[in-house]
């Protein structure tokens, strides 16, 4: 079976290395890319306790995510210029967010880069996703040890 479209989750800093592997992996299966940008804007993990508030902060700064979304897809079609993709920007919890993505795009592999400042809870992602999904995770690891 071919993979039809691949999912690169990035909630972090753009990783280009990360971006470049997806893609390397997306035309090697003659498939799409599909590169989920998810935006949280408070990280500090006791608000995801109290989602209201979240969104409600989310929505107070809109236009300037709209336009950092706007910027960061420009960005990534830059990069990706040697395969078919697609960029979705969303606001939201990763595992969900992801979960949500899989489901509504018909996701059949996901790339997971890891993120070096949040190497604990990129770890601890892969191990609540794969839970909860039968897609299988690949992991791009970036050849940049501290």
């Known amino acids: 079976m071919n993979t039809q479209k691949i999912l690169l989750p990035i ?3 753009l990783d280009t290395a990360a971006l470049l592997y997806a893609q390397d992996i997306a035309i090697s299966k003659d498939s799409q890319l599909v590169v989920l940008y998810i935006t949280s804007p408070l990280t500090f993990s006791s608000c995801y306790a109290y989602p209201s508030i979240l969104y409600s902060i989310a929505n107070l700064n ?6 950092a979304h706007k910027a960061l897809t420009n960005k990534i079609h830059s990069i990706l210029t ?11 919890p990763q595992i969900d967010t992801i979960l949500n993505v899989i489901e509504e795009q018909n996701i059949d592999l996901v790339v997971l880069p890891d993120e070096p400042t949040l190497l604990n809870k990129f770890a601890n992602n892969k191990d609540k996703l794969a839970k909860k999904t039968n897609v299988p995770i690949m992991t791009y690891q ?5």
């Open 82 to 92: 040697k395969c078919n993709h697609e960029v979705v920007c969303l606001i939201g």
């Open 142 to 146: 970036s050849q940049k040890q501290a």
């Open 11 to 13: 909630t972090n800093a």
């Open 62 to 67: 809109m236009d300037s995510i709209e336009t």
